[in-house]
């Protein structure tokens, strides 16, 4: 029997203990023996819950209790998560995580330590929810050498923006609706400014090339500024718009971003629609492989977690090991990333913005007195050259060409 504690019984830590007591049977029969929450850490009480009898204020209950094999760490945040997770580790158990934050900001020195103790620390959850994109990464994805990861990382934006395109609905009415389901963020300025997305793409990144990102050197961009005329525009073009986590190798340099692209059905990540995910990833043997699946909900990322517990019970004598090294990656300035642009101008500069780029495809009739276009692909600098000539530019958006 592995005896597990939960810190933090929020959406999904309340999820693990639901996934690890309604599939109990199955879990036992897959890890070899049965999974027990025995404790639960949170500040509050959960009368009539039932794991009303398991709640504990003290960590330090937890940390000492040598029986506790496994710390589920779905607080959120980095304090005090770093905290009672660096504290798990050196007290020689294993700790799976949901938890982006955490990951970005502290996983290089977390996955050294737990090797170093020969305990686990996984955190497949902490990237598109219920998908397995992590583990098939340190596991199965290492014959090829990868040259681009990208994908739809944050299922709040995403529902958002597929429900204003569907539906018309009001940006706030949507995001309210995401909160209600347990999708956004406790402050969900995380979801809608790509910070959320950023942090993931920084762990996809580090797992990809084996060496830490730092996802402040990654330039993001968020949807708060995406507008019903620019939605009306992606549809008369037959497009959507998505928020994307993309890192790119591109004649020997990394480049990381975070942003809204336009996409036509052409694009795989086209028909991903509402609260799910989908990560893209091409390696040069490969060549692509998409991952899909609900990118946030209680459920769905406590499966996740709920496998990474299942690894660590079945892996206990011999850790699996991560390929993070803490040499820090270069991610450069987007000056020569190539990308395809739309920008919406006043129709009278329409002439000035056919002679500044060849090439263009315009769209008319959306919104009174401007147009689109959208450009071919080129480098972000040689965009900001050839636009820098237009004085009535409303709104720029990249765009899968
Ligand atoms: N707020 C996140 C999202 C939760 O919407 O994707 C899952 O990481």
């Not at 203990?17 to 850490?41: D, M, P, W």
């Not at 276009?373 to 900001?384: L, P, R, S």
């Not at 050839?386 to 530019?393: F, M």
């Amino acid at each position: 029997m592995t005896k597990v504690a939960v810190l933090g019984y929020g959406t999904v830590g309340s999820g693990v203990y639901q996934v690890l007591t309604e599939n109990a049977t199955l879990i036992r029969e897959k890890a070899g023996e049965a999974i027990e929450v025995s404790r639960v850490l949170d500040l509050r009480d959960f009368p009539g819950d039932p794991a009303e009898k398991l709640v504990t204020h003290d960590f330090e209950e937890i940390e000492k209790d040598a029986e506790i094999d496994i710390v589920v760490e779905t607080m959120g945040g980095t304090k005090p998560a770093y905290d009672f997770v660096k504290r798990s580790i050196l007290a020689g158990k294993s700790v799976c995580t949901s938890n982006k934050a955490l990951v970005a900001d502290h996983g290089t020195e977390l996955i050294r330590l737990a090797e170093e103790k020969g305990v686990h620390f996984f955190f497949e959850a902490s990237v598109g929810g219920g998908i397995p994109i992590l583990r098939p990464l340190n596991r199965c994805l290492v014959a090829d050498e990868i040259l681009s990861i990208e994908g739809i990382l944050n299922g709040t934006t995403n529902f958002i923006l597929t429900k204003m395109a569907d539906e018309g609905s009001d940006y706030a009415d949507v995001l309210k609706e995401a909160q209600k389901l347990g999708y956004a963020e406790a402050d969900p300025t995380a979801d809608v400014e790509g910070y959320d997305t950023c942090r993931k793409i920084a762990i996809l990144t580090a797992l990809v090339y084996g060496a830490q990102v730092d996802y402040e050197d990654i330039t993001t961009e968020g949807i708060s500024g995406i507008t019903s005329v620019d939605i009306a525009y992606a549809k008369k073009m037959g497009k959507v718009i998505r928020l994307l986590g993309m890192s790119r190798r591109e004649d020997g340099r990394l480049y990381a971003l975070v942003a809204p692209f336009l996409m036509g059905p052409d694009s795989p990540l086209y028909s991903v629609n509402g609260v799910f995910n989908a990560i893209s990833v091409t390696g040069n043997m490969l060549g692509e492989v998409m991952f899909y699946g609900q990118g946030a909900g209680k459920e769905a990322t406590a499966s996740a977690v709920v496998t990474d517990i299942i690894e660590a019970v079945k892996n206990r004598e011999i850790p699996v090991k991560i390929r993070w090294d803490e040499k820090k990656q270069v991610v450069e300035s987007l000056d020569h990333m190539k990308n395809a642009f739309f920008v919406r101008i006043d129709a009278s500069e329409k002439s000035a913005a056919s002679a500044a780029f060849d090439n263009l495809t315009w769209v008319d009739g959306v919104a009174d007195g401007e147009v689109g276009f959208v450009t071919g692909v080129m480098t972000e600098k040689e965009f900001e050259d050839r636009i820098a000539g237009l004085s009535t530019i409303k709104k720029r958006i990249r765009s899968i060409s």
